[in-house]
């Protein structure tokens, strides 16, 4: 069975850094791409980033751009979402979530997340 676990959430002051883990069981992590979205309150969700199939090519929503990077320890399962140099506006839950059905895909594929995790809670506050 598939399953997504974020986990390195907390409260972190303005300017600060966190960074979240998302560790994936149920299957060869390599062979899948995995995106990382954020939902805070009363919002839709937004797209964080993505890291691609095999070699992790990482792609960035416009708003974290410069500030957030995505990396991935195929031998670990795990996906990282390193949070740099964070904003109130940051403050959301963050999902990472993969698309079991299409391995080998890039990040542009257009087919849906089909498996998600249970979010963790960023909070940037003074």
């Known amino acids: 069975q598939v399953q997504l676990v974020e986990s390195g959430g907390g409260l972190v002051q303005p300017g600060g850094s966190l960074r979240l883990s998302c560790e994936v069981s149920?299957?060869?992590?390599?062979?899948?791409?995995i995106g990382w979205f954020r939902q805070a309150p009363g919002k839709e969700r937004e797209d964080v980033g993505c890291?691609?199939?095999?070699?992790?090519?990482?792609y960035y929503g416009a708003s974290v751009e410069g500030r957030f990077t995505i990396s991935r320890d195929n031998a670990k399962n795990t996906v990282y979402l390193q949070m740099n140099n964070l904003e109130p506006e940051d403050t959301a839950v963050y999902y990472c979530?993969?698309?079991?059905?299409?391995?080998?895909?890039?990040?542009?594929?257009?087919?849906?997340?089909?498996?998600w995790g249970q979010g963790t809670l960023v909070t940037v506050s003074s």
């Open positions: 890291s691609s199939s095999y070699i992790g090519l990482a």
């Open positions: 149920g299957l060869n992590l390599a062979d899948y791409r």
């Open positions: 979530a993969t698309d079991t059905q299409n391995p080998g895909s890039g990040c542009r594929a257009a087919a849906p997340y089909d498996y």
